[in-house]
């Protein structure tokens, strides 16, 4: 008996081949369009251009439609290579002057440990921070260096020095200790005999640090001001009684992020030669009559415990 075909049985995968066909053609039309085309290199750039006017193109971005290499503008190219090529040794020189800070800080530290001194030392962002206290270096109201404060200096200088094309300021501050718990010492004399003990400090690492720009070294008097513990009794007064020093290292990467520098450039845009003579001569002026004051008064103005 003869079966009724009906229903569209084995018929289904007839329009698959159509579908399959014309997907082949469109997929044939598009290849053949592509590879009628041509990019105007020129056109394209200008396009580019009007959408950002300040945009550069990258020294290593193919050229489309082009088999000529990169886009490349040999006087964009030069100054970029000069300014990577300095950046790079800007880099390898920070690197360089970190090692040297962190070599001096493992020294002092060695000596310090070694000493047997009550100082304090820390390691900061770009910097060694030093703290002498228990009269390492004076005696109470007295500006005058110990023995033993100069045999330390001898022994941090050479260190100093070693690091010295590294170091960017070497900070001397010097500190009072009030006399009395309930009263400030004399204002003229605290202040003044803070600045002398900082003063001498610098004055004598100068000499005994070589290779480094006597411009780096810098001396400040804080007086009682700062104090680290109550000036209530002896052994306080001790601690408050101290001078402190921080080095810092260059900045490599922003040179005139360094104290000297940034010193030079203000000073360049400053007031004009003349005038800049005459403030300097009437500061010297005031630094001689300060000085010879001081020598005249003696240091036991300030009532320093």
Partial sequence: MKKKSGGGEGGGANWMDTYGDMVTLLLCFFV?????????????????????????????????????????????????????KEEEEKEKKQEETDAAMEQLYQMMKEYIENSGKNIEITKGDGGVFLSFADAVFFDGDSDVLREEGKKMLDDLAPMLSQASEHIDEIRIMGHTAQASATEANTTEGDRMLAATRSARVTAYLQD?????????????????????????????????RRVEMVVTGKDMINELNGALEQYTTLREKGPSKASSEEDDASSKDSSSQAASSAAESGTDSSGEG
Avoid: C, W
């Fill in 32 to 84: 053949l369009l592509y590879s009628m085309s041509t990019i105007d290199t020129e056109k394209f750039k200008a396009m580019a251009l009007s959408f950002n006017p300040n945009a550069v193109s990258s020294p290593t971005a193919p050229d489309i439609g082009s088999n000529d290499g990169p886009i490349q503008d040999p006087e964009l190219d030069g100054n970029m290579g000069d300014q990577l």
């Fill in 208 to 240: 005994k640090v070589t290779g480094l720009d006597p411009g780096r070294l810098v001396s400040e008097g804080f007086g009682q001001h700062r104090p680290v513990a109550p000036n209530d009794v002896e052994a306080n007064r001790r601690k408050n």
